[in-house]
């Protein structure tokens, strides 16, 4: 079941935030002291929001790799980011 769900959160992580949110609300409340910070990760960032949870989970506090990991995924939430404006760029470039 848990690849299952790992293999869901790296094709929907907003999904997977929602459902892990449903799941397990007392985790969820754990990891972030206000309502702001997973609201703005949902929209911008999922991603490493995801991952941040995830790491929290296990072993509480992020120190050392967990922070690695939190940032590369924050990297891969940017380089969505970009690609999707990147190829709208491509798409109204009027070639004449």
Not at 14 to 31: E, Q, S, T, V, Y
């Amino acid at each position: 079941m848990g690849c299952l769900f790992i293999l869901f959160a790296g094709l929907f992580p907003r999904l997977a935030l929602i459902i892990f949110w449903i799941l397990r609300p007392n985790l969820m409340d754990a990891a972030f002291s206000s309502w702001l910070w997973p609201i703005l990760g949902f929209l911008f960032l999922p991603f490493a929001t995801l991952m941040y949870v995830l790491l929290w989970v296990t072993g509480g506090p992020l120190d050392g790799w967990e922070w690695f990991w939190v940032g590369l995924c924050a990297l891969l939430d940017i380089a969505h980011w970009g690609s999707g404006a990147f190829r709208r760029g491509r798409r109204t470039t009027v070639v004449a």
